[in-house]
């Protein structure tokens, strides 16, 4: 499970790739960004969220595009999405919930095997 780490990440393509080499399938929570104001928006979030913790900010969401390319780099396959609504009380889930927030199962490719290392 990676919840709310991609965005963190220098690399989220080898991440996935680091995941799907362990683990048959992928259970990822994060964030898409649709447009500037999505990503103001989050970059928002982020900050009031992580800042005080010494959190690396990188604001680096998907758009809807690049989620799509990142799993195909990845040599995964996303089996299913959902929104993630009611992680906010309103009026604050107007602002902060909704569309920016999305999980997805992913699973190797068909062919793809993991190689045990030890």
Not at 10 to 39: F, G, S, T, Y
């Amino acid at each position: 499970m990676l919840i709310d780490v991609l965005h963190h990440t220098e690399d989220p393509v080898a991440l996935l790739r680091e995941c799907a080499r362990v683990a048959p399938v992928i259970i990822v929570k994060d964030h898409l960004a649709r447009n500037a104001m999505q990503r103001r928006t989050l970059a928002f979030m982020d900050w009031v969220g992580n800042r005080p913790h010494s959190v690396v900010l990188s604001y680096s969401y998907f758009s809807p595009m690049g989620w799509r390319d990142a799993v195909s780099a990845a040599g995964v396959h996303e089996v299913s999405q959902g929104r993630l609504d009611g992680l906010y009380p309103p009026p604050f889930s107007l602002l902060f919930g909704g569309v920016l927030h999305f999980v997805s199962r992913l699973e190797r490719q068909q062919g793809s095997k993991s190689t045990l290392v030890i």
